[in-house]
């Protein structure tokens, strides 16, 4: 199994900055690709951004340009938010995809965001 913990978040003013870790352990030469998702209130579950193991990224349009997803050697990732705004808030995920020969997903405890206009 993969275990992701993950820290960051918080309360910003719009226009701010902040910047959310996910540590992950365990079964981590198995991942594929880790991401970052939120939800919002009343909102379903989106995919914000995602970095596969070979560094590709993928980012919601609703964020590029603003929001940039990294990976380092040891198993973090990170993503920086810079100009946040009001619809950013919400409950951030991190998810790791991973598996050999079969596919498996793990999830974070998630974070909150809270952009004040």
């Known amino acids: 199994q993969v275990q992701l913990v993950e820290s960051g978040g918080g309360l910003v003013q719009a226009g701010g900055s902040l910047r959310l870790s996910c540590a992950a352990s365990g079964r981590v030469f198995a991942i594929n690709k880790m991401g970052w998702y939120r939800q919002g209130p009343g909102k379903q579950r989106e995919s914000v951004a995602t970095i596969t193991s070979g560094g590709r990224t993928n980012y919601a349009d609703s964020v590029k340009g603003r929001f940039t997803i990294s990976r380092d050697n040891t198993n973090t990732v990170s993503l920086q938010m810079n100009s946040l705004k009001a619809e950013d808030t919400a409950v951030y995920y991190c998810?790791?995809?991973?598996?050999?020969?079969?596919?498996?997903?793990?999830w974070g405890q998630g974070t909150q965001v809270t952009v004040s206009s």
């Open positions: 998810n790791a995809d991973y598996g050999l020969v079969s596919r498996y997903t793990s």
